[in-house]
């Protein structure tokens, strides 16, 4: 029978509305079946000369809210607390679905206070996780997750990507919460302490002058 008509019941195999019921030992016993399946998206279109067109298959929503204690004399920032709501989608998986959100969030927390390839004269300057700061599980705290779901159309099961939104979602809320903080124009990422007590850019050598040590 066509396999949209096949459920699965108390461990059978159920065909149809006839009924007709069979075990899956019996249904394997001629051995495996097997079935493959192609799923192509609809057609995109390239950017124009305006820079119009039909490039993306679907669009991801997340929207961030970030909470932020600011040592306005010593220029360190902790963050006390995030909350995310996302469009995921249909949800496949609950705890796989947690795990990059989580993860999407404390990689875009690092990026607004943390991580910075120093380069100088072709030379990495801080080739070491001492010297390039990841965030650890003490800098990210417990994320409040709200997720949505909306199967996107045409889509196998109306599943949506997930783990790279947060990524670029997380950055901007944390970078706003601390310049509501200090009042200041924060206009790059990772947020050094020299931004937040206001002294001069300067070139240096020290990777910590440039982004570590927060």
Do not use: W
Request: hydrophobic share 45%.
């Amino acid at each position: 029978m066509p396999r949209r008509l096949l459920t699965l019941a108390g461990g059978e195999i159920v065909a149809g509305e006839a009924g007709v019921r069979m075990t899956l030992a019996d249904a394997l016993a001629d051995g495996p079946v097997e079935a493959v399946e192609v799923f192509r998206h609809r057609r995109t279109q390239p950017l124009d000369a305006d820079g119009q067109g039909d490039v993306h298959v679907a669009f991801a929503a997340a929207a961030h809210r970030a909470v932020v204690d600011v040592d306005v004399d010593l220029g360190l920032v902790r963050v006390v607390s995030m909350a995310l709501v996302q469009d995921v989608g249909t949800v496949l998986n609950p705890l796989s679905l947690r795990g990059q959100v989580e993860g999407g969030t404390a990689q875009g927390l690092g990026l607004a206070l943390m991580e910075e390839l120093v380069v100088r004269d072709g030379v990495v300057r801080n080739p070491t996780f001492h010297d390039y700061v990841l965030p650890s599980s003490a800098d990210v705290p417990e994320l409040d997750f709200v997720a949505l779901s909306h199967p996107q159309p045409g889509a196998p099961y109306g599943v949506k990507g997930v783990g790279e939104a947060p990524t670029c979602s997380a950055t901007p809320a944390v970078v706003a919460a601390v310049r509501d903080a200090v009042g200041r124009d924060l206009r790059r990422v990772p947020i050094r302490p020299q931004d937040l007590l206001g002294l001069d850019d300067h070139e240096s050598d020290d990777p910590e002058d440039v982004g570590g040590g927060q």
